[in-house]
C-alpha cells in the first residue's frame, strides 16, 4: 500500500516535469515568434542598403551602416512631427490623469451620496456612442478644427481606467483613514492629496503609462482635424511613408526596376522610423516596468 | 379657510424635500466639485454628440444645422439598404470581428495559464517582457512592417521566395483572401502578450490551499490546471468577453483603413471605414451618423444579449452588469 502510493508520487512528479519542459518550450517559441520580427526590424535598421537589397539580414545587422539613422536625422519634417507628438502627449497625459483622478476619487468615496449617477453616466457611454460623425461636428463646432486640442483631450476620459484608479482607491486605502483626517479637520482635497494619490503610486504609474502609450501611437483623432502640416504629429507624418507600398499595389506586378529601387531605399530609412517612433513608448513602459509584478490589476476589471 | 393648511402641508413636504437634497448636496459639496470638471467632459463630448445624433433622421445641411435641417426618418437607413454592397459591408466588418475573437481571445488564457505554471522564473520573465513589446507598436507603424515585411521583392517573403529559388511571388498584401488571416494573426501577434497581463495577476490571487489541497488529493499539475486555476479566472475571462464582444462592430478600423489598398477593398471594406469615407471624406454628414448610429446600436445589443446570455449560463454570477 504504502509503496503504491509512493510510486504514484513519483510517477505524478515525473508527469509535472514533462509539464514543465513543455511549457519551457511554448514559452521559447513565444520569445522567439514575437522576438524574431522585433530584432529582424532592428538589425535592418543598422544594416546597409545593399545588404537589404540582397535580402542577407538574417537575424544580426549585416555590413553595419547608420546610413537610415543620417537620412532620418536630416528629415526636418520627422522632427517637427516628434518634437509635436512629445508635446501633445505630454500635455494630454497631464490633462488626462488629472480628470481620472478627479472622477475617480468622488466614485470610490462610499460617503459620496450621488455616485451611482454619476458612475451609471460615465458607464454608459461605454455601452454607446453616438459614433464619428456627430462628435466631430460637435469640435467643429466648438471650433477646434485644425488645433491640437482634438488630439490633446482624444483619451482624456476612460471610463475603463476610471473603474480601475476608483475600485484602487476604495479597496486598498482603509475608510477610517479618511475618518480620522475628516476628524483633524481635512477636506476632502487635502485627503485626495495626501492620503489617497500617495498610496495609489503603483496603480497611478500604470494608468500614466497606458495616457502615454495611448497619445504617443495615436492617429485617427489627428487625421481627422489636423490639417496644417507644422501641427501633424509623428504618426501622422509616418503615415505616408510607411503605407506607400499600400496605395502603389495594383494587382502585384512589382519587378519594374525602378520601382524596385526606390522600394530599397524606403526600406531601409522605414526600419529606422520605426525604431526612433516605437523607443519611447518602450521607454516609458521600462518606468514603471515594476509596477507591473504582482496583483496591480486584481479586481481591476468588476468594478 | 381648509384648503390652506393642505397647501402649506404640501409645500412643506417640498420644502423638506428639497431641503433633504440640499442637505445632501452641501455635505459632499468637495466631491461634487472635484468631479465637476470631468464630468462636464462627459457631457460635452459624449452626450452632446448623441443629441447631434438626430442628424441621422435629417438631410443635414450647413445652413439648417443639426436642428433645423430637412426631416427624413429612416431615408438615410434606406440609402445604406439599397446600397449594393450593403451586405458585403456587414458580412465584412462581422466576418473579421467574429475571426479575431475567435483566434485571438483564448490565445491569452492559454499564454497566461502556460507563463503560470511555469516554474523557470527567468524564462517566464523573458517571455512576459519580449511578448510585451509589439503591444507599443502604433497601428501605422504595424502597418508599416506589415507592408515591408511582406513585400514580395525585399521583404522577409522575397528573402524566402529567393531563397527556395521561386522566382515571382504574388503580392500578398494586395490580396483578398490574405486580408483577413494578416489583419488577425498580426493583431495577436501585438496584443496577445500584454492582453496575459490580466489574467496573469488573476491567476497570481489563487489561494495556495486550493493548490496545496489538490496536491493532496494527488492531482497533476495539469489538472490542477483544469480544475483549480481555470475555474478562478473565468470571472475575469467572461468579463473580458462581454467587453470584447461589446465592440463586435467597431473592430480596429484604423487598422483595416491603413491596410486598405485598391486590391484588397472587397474584403477590407469594413463599416467603421465606409463611415468615415462617405461621411467625412465625402462629406455626406447625415448618411455616415446613420450607418454609424447603426453600427453603434449592433454594439449595445451584442454586449446587452451576451451579459444576458452570461448570466443565464451562471446564474447571475459572472454578468458585467
Redesign the interface.
Known amino acids: 500500500m504504502f509503496k503504491k502510493k509512493n510510486s ?1 508520487k513519483i510517477n ?1 512528479s515525473f ?2 516535469r514533462v ?2 519542459i513543455i ?2 518550450i ?3 517559441l ?2 522567439i ?3 524574431y ?2 530584432l ?2 532592428v538589425s535592418c535598421s543598422f544594416s546597409s542598403a545593399q545588404a ?2 540582397a ?1 542577407r539580414v ?1 537575424l544580426w545587422p549585416v555590413e553595419f551602416s547608420l546610413d537610415a539613422y543620417e537620412f532620418i536625422l536630416d528629415f526636418k519634417q520627422v522632427w517637427i512631427g516628434y518634437r509635436n507628438s512629445i508635446f501633445y502627449t505630454a500635455l494630454g497625459t497631464v490633462i488626462g490623469m ?3 483622478i ?2 475617480a ?3 470610490s ?1 462610499k ?4 455616485r451611482n449617477i ?1 458612475m451609471k ?3 454608459f ?14 469640435h467643429v463646432k466648438l471650433g477646434m478644427y485644425d488645433t491640437i486640442w482634438p488630439t490633446v ?1 482624444a483619451a ?2 476612460s471610463v475603463s481606467d ?1 473603474i480601475i484608479l476608483r475600485t484602487a482607491f476604495a479597496s486598498s486605502i482603509p475608510g477610517d483613514l479618511f475618518d480620522a483626517a475628516k476628524i483633524d479637520g481635512a ?3 487635502q485627503c ?1 492629496l495626501k492620503i489617497a494619490l500617495p498610496l495609489a503610486k503603483a496603480i497611478l504609474s500604470v494608468l500614466v503609462l497606458y495616457c502615454i ?1 495611448a497619445h ?2 495615436e ?2 483623432t489627428s487625421m ?1 482635424y489636423i490639417k496644417s502640416v507644422k501641427l501633424q504629429p509623428l ?1 501622422l507624418i ?2 505616408p ?7 502603389s ?7 519594374s526596376g525602378s520601382q ?1 529601387l526606390a ?2 531605399g524606403l ?1 531601409g530609412v ?2 529606422g ?2 525604431v526612433i ?2 523607443v519611447p ?2 521607454l516609458a ?1 521600462f518606468c514603471v ?1 515594476k509596477y ?1 509584478k ?9 468594478g | 379657510m381648509a384648503k390652506s393648511p393642505v397647501l402649506t402641508e404640501n409645500s412643506a413636504v417640498y420644502q423638506t424635500g428639497f431641503q433633504k437634497f440640499c442637505t ?2 452641501v ?2 459639496w ?3 466639485l ?2 465637476l ?3 462636464a ?2 457631457l ?7 443629441y ?2 438626430q ?1 441621422a433622421f435629417r438631410h443635414y445641411s450647413p445652413k439648417g444645422g ?1 436642428t433645423n435641417s430637412d426631416w427624413v426618418g429612416f431615408g438615410q437607413f434606406a440609402d445604406f439598404f439599397s446600397y449594393y454592397l450593403w451586405g458585403n459591408l456587414i458580412w465584412n466588418t462581422l466576418a473579421l470581428s467574429l475571426y479575431q475573437i475567435l483566434a485571438g481571445f483564448p490565445i491569452p488564457v492559454v ?1 497566461a495559464l ?2 503560470h ?4 522564473k527567468g ?2 520573465k ?2 512576459q ?13 504595424m ?3 506589415l ?3 511582406l ?4 521583404g ?1 517573403l ?2 524566402y521566395s ?1 531563397l527556395t529559388g521561386t522566382d ?1 511571388m ?2 500578398i ?3 483578398n483572401t490574405a486580408f483577413r488571416h494578416l489583419y488577425v494573426w498580426s493583431g495577436i ?1 501585438q496584443t496577445a ?1 500584454w492582453s496575459t ?2 489574467y496573469v ?2 491567476l ?2 489563487v489561494p495556495d490551499e486550493l493548490h496545496e489541497a489538490a496536491k493532496l488529493d ?1 492531482a ?3 489538472r490542477r490546471v483544469w480544475s483549480v486555476d481555470l475555474p478562478t479566472i473565468m ?2 475571462v467572461a ?2 468577453l462581454i467587453m470584447r464582444f ?1 465592440s463586435v462592430m467597431s473592430v480596429g ?2 487598422k483595416a ?7 484588397n477593398l472587397q474584403v477590407s471594406e469594413i463599416i ?1 471605414t465606409y ?2 469615407k462617405k ?2 471624406a465625402a462629406n455626406n ?1 447625415s448618411y ?2 446613420a450607418v ?2 447603426m ?3 449592433v ?2 445589443t451584442m ?2 444579449v451576451v451579459n444576458w446570455i452570461t448570466n443565464r449560463l451562471t446564474d447571475n454570477e459572472m454578468g ?2
Request: one cysteine or more.
Open positions: 504514484t505524478e508527469g509535472d509539464f514543465n511549457t519551457s511554448l514559452l521559447i513565444i520569445i515568434i514575437v522576438g520580427p522585433c529582424f526590424v537589404l537589397q535580402g538574417i488629472i480628470m481620472r478627479l472622477a476619487y468622488p466614485l468615496r460617503s459620496f451620496q450621488g454619476y453616466l460615465f458607464y457611454t461605454t455601452l454607446f456612442g453616438a459614433g464619428l460623425i456627430p462628435s466631430f461636428i460637435l483631450l482624456c476620459i476610471i477636506n476632502d482635497f485626495l502609450v504617443w501611437n492617429y485617427f481627422i504618426q509616418l503615415r511613408i510607411m503605407t506607400a507600398a499600400s496605395a499595389i495594383s494587382t502585384g506586378d512589382m519587378s524596385q522600394q530599397q526600406d522605414r526600419y522610423l520605426i517612433s516605437t513608448a518602450l513602459y516596468q507591473f504582482g496583483g496591480v490589476m486584481v479586481g481591476s476589471v468588476k | 445632501v448636496f455635505k459632499n468637495q466631491l461634487h472635484m468631479i470638471l470631468p464630468f467632459y462627459l460635452l463630448f459624449h452626450y452632446a454628440p448623441m447631434g445624433l442628424i443639426i499564454l502556460v507563463i505554471v511555469n516554474t523557470y524564462l517566464k523573458v517571455a517582457n519580449v511578448s510585451y513589446i509589439p503591444h507599443f507598436i502604433s497601428v501605422v507603424i502597418v508599416g512592417i507592408n515591408t515585411v513585400n514580395p521583392i525585399s522577409m522575397g528573402a529567393r515571382y504574388s503580392d498584401r494586395g490580396s501577434w502578450g497581463i490580466i495577476s488573476a497570481s490571487a494527488g497533476s499539475r495539469l470571472p475575469t468579463i473580458m461589446g478600423y484604423q483603413y491603413l491596410m486598405q489598398n485598391s486590391a467603421s463611415v468615415y461621411g467625412l454628414l455616415g451618423s454609424g448610429l453600427n453603434s446600436v454594439n449595445t454586449v446587452v458585467l452588469f
